[in-house]
């Protein structure tokens, strides 16, 4: 049974940072592509940052700078390391693998405001 469990999201101030994480099972989590979304209110789920098995890494335009997406094989998770946040970044942040069919996580909320 896949799982994705994220943590680390909360309420940060303008400028502030945080690292969210993603800990998978289910999977042999290092031959995968992963993927970090997120969903703002009233807003569609986009793409923030995936990373391929050889840690190649890609970004959406309005993160790039900003987030680093990073991997640890051995303790099969997944990071997202948010610098420099802003308002418009508050969202619930997803964790994404393509296991025959897409998997979730549960979400953490990500909130930058002051």
């Known amino acids: 049974q896949v799982q994705l469990v994220e943590s680390g999201g909360g309420l940060v101030q303008p400028g502030g940072s945080l690292r969210l994480s993603c800990a998978v099972s289910?999977?042999?989590?290092?031959?995968?592509?992963m993927g970090w979304y997120r969903q703002a209110p009233g807003k569609q789920r986009e793409l923030v940052a995936t990373?391929?098995?050889?840690?190649?890494?890609n970004y959406a335009d309005s993160v790039k700078g900003r987030f680093t997406i990073s991997r640890d094989n051995a303790k099969n998770t997944m990071y997202l390391q948010m610098n420099s946040l802003k308002p418009e970044d508050t969202a619930v942040y997803y964790c994404?693998?393509?296991?025959?069919?897409?998997?979730w996580g549960q979400g953490t909320q990500v909130t930058v405001s002051s």
């Open positions: 289910g999977i042999t989590f290092s031959i995968y592509v």
């Open positions: 990373i391929t098995s050889g840690s190649r890494t």
């Open positions: 994404n693998v393509n296991h025959l069919r897409q998997y």
